[in-house]
């Protein structure tokens, strides 16, 4: 909220990439529209081939409130549907919001007031996963834990600082202008590789514990075990395009999949003694599942061991199988197309 009126806040572009929707797209909008944000907002949702009701929800919610647009992604990719909600807006301050991402009611006042104070590109806050059956509260509370995610702050909180990248993002739009938008070749990682762009050119990305989303986890261990496979390979695009980029908490889950790999192998065929490098990962698994699902039903809690084996095996094979051939062309064929449209208008 504005706690001076003669102070005028900012416009604000919301942008949402949508595929497949239905059960969060309503909920997602509602809490930005429902904003304590006294300067003026759209919301432009861009619309990739769903094969459920997302289109009907997101007509719905176009007739009921003039400020929410939708713009067509026919390709169903992420960047692509973030480039095009970029162009189709026009405030000077851009947030991303996914179709299943609930900001808190102050968020975007809070983001606003963050990019004036520290002079950021790009602020966010924590990736608030919350859980609405027991396998999501299992997935919650290992995405929200260090044994599952190590110190990445938006995932487990921490004080506010400097970022290497932060969750989904408040922009200025000059950024995003001067970067061309998102790289629509990274299928995947395509915040961390916008932000690596973004510091490398010397901007500021900002974390603050002060901004928090909820965000809904995967609804099947083969669902997040896709979805972090996916991130893993990805992040692997990342490290080879762009040097410097790659630490070693992004290297624990490939080095424990080859380790338990050459365990389990070297422990069938050659000594039982290397089963100790699998039967010691479990147990670290099972261990720090306790303190993760403190508070959780009997259920969930013990899936936890499960989701945290899931993020971290598939997270690492994605990394270890990335092929050469994903985003082979993704320095040369970058095209500014937010820039572009900037200056033609």
């Given at each position: 909220?504005?706690?001076?009126?003669?102070?005028?806040?900012?416009?604000?572009?919301?942008?949402?990439?949508?595929?497949?929707?239905?059960?969060?797209?309503?909920?997602?909008v509602?809490?930005?529209?429902?904003?304590?944000?006294?300067?003026?907002?759209?919301v432009?949702?861009?619309?990739?081939?769903?094969?459920?009701?997302?289109?009907e929800?997101?007509?719905?919610?176009?007739?009921?409130?003039?400020?929410?647009?939708?713009?067509?992604?026919?390709?169903?990719?992420?960047?692509?549907?973030?480039?095009?909600?970029?162009?189709?807006?026009?405030?000077?301050?851009v947030?991303?919001?996914?179709?299943?991402g609930?900001?808190?009611?102050?968020?975007?006042?809070?983001?606003?007031?963050?990019?004036?104070?520290?002079?950021a590109?790009?602020?966010?806050?924590?990736?608030?996963?919350?859980?609405?059956?027991?396998?999501?509260?299992?997935?919650?509370?290992?995405?929200?834990s260090?044994?599952?995610?190590?110190?990445?702050?938006?995932?487990?909180?921490?004080?506010?600082?400097?970022?290497?990248?932060?969750?989904?993002?408040?922009?200025?739009?000059?950024?995003?202008?001067?970067?061309g938008?998102?790289?629509?070749?990274?299928?995947?990682?395509?915040?961390?590789?916008?932000?690596?762009?973004?510091?490398?050119?010397?901007?500021?990305?900002?974390?603050?514990?002060?901004?928090?989303?909820?965000?809904?986890?995967?609804?099947s261990?083969?669902?997040?075990?896709?979805?972090?496979?996916d991130?893993?390979?990805?992040?692997?695009?990342?490290?080879?395009?762009?040097?410097?980029?790659?630490?070693l908490?992004y290297?624990?889950?490939?080095?424990a999949?080859?380790?338990?790999?050459?365990?389990?192998?070297?422990?069938?065929?050659?000594?039982?003694?290397?089963?100790?490098?699998?039967?010691?990962?479990?147990?670290?698994?099972?261990?720090?599942?306790?303190?993760?699902?403190?508070?959780?039903?009997?259920?969930?809690?013990?899936?936890?061991?499960?989701?945290?084996?899931?993020?971290?095996?598939?997270?690492?094979?994605?990394?270890?199988?990335?092929?050469?051939?994903?985003?082979?062309?993704?320095?040369?064929?970058?095209?500014?197309?937010?820039?572009?449209?900037?200056?033609?208008?």
């Amino acid at each position: 909220m504005n706690a001076n009126p003669d102070v005028q806040l900012p416009a604000v572009s919301v942008i949402m990439p949508v595929l497949n929707e239905e059960r969060h797209l309503r909920g997602a909008v509602q809490a930005i529209l429902a904003q304590e944000y006294a300067g003026e907002m759209e919301v432009v949702i861009a619309l990739g081939p769903s094969t459920d009701r997302t289109d009907e929800i997101a007509a719905e919610l176009v007739r009921n409130d003039p400020r929410v647009h939708t713009v067509p992604n026919p390709t169903g990719r992420t960047p692509a549907a973030l480039n095009a909600a970029i162009k189709a807006s026009r405030h000077p301050i851009v947030v991303r919001v996914d179709g299943h991402g609930m900001l808190s009611p102050n968020y975007i006042a809070t983001a606003v007031r963050l990019l004036e104070e520290t002079g950021a590109q790009n602020v966010g806050g924590i990736m608030h996963a919350e859980g609405e059956n027991d396998w999501e509260h299992a997935v919650a509370a290992a995405m929200t834990s260090k044994i599952g995610v190590g110190n990445a702050a938006f995932h487990t909180g921490g004080e506010a600082q400097p970022a290497e990248t932060v969750y989904l993002g408040v922009f200025r739009r000059e950024a995003l202008e001067q970067q061309g938008g998102y790289n629509e070749e990274f299928i995947r990682a395509q915040d961390w590789e916008l932000n690596f762009r973004i510091r490398e050119a010397g901007g500021l990305i900002w974390f603050s514990p002060e901004l928090k989303v909820s965000y809904r986890p995967r609804p099947s261990t083969r669902a997040l075990a896709k979805q972090y496979k996916d991130y893993g390979r990805w992040r692997h695009v990342v490290a080879r395009y762009h040097e410097g980029s790659i630490n070693l908490r992004y290297l624990a889950p490939p080095t424990a999949v080859c380790a338990i790999a050459a365990g389990v192998v070297l422990g069938a065929l050659v000594t039982p003694w290397a089963l100790v490098v699998p039967g010691g990962y479990l147990a670290a698994i099972v261990l720090g599942s306790v303190p993760a699902g403190k508070g959780l039903p009997p259920k969930a809690r013990l899936q936890i061991p499960l989701a945290l084996a899931t993020m971290h095996m598939s997270w690492g094979w994605g990394f270890l199988t990335s092929p050469r051939s994903l985003a082979r062309k993704v320095i040369a064929s970058r095209r500014p197309a937010v820039r572009a449209d900037a200056e033609a208008r």
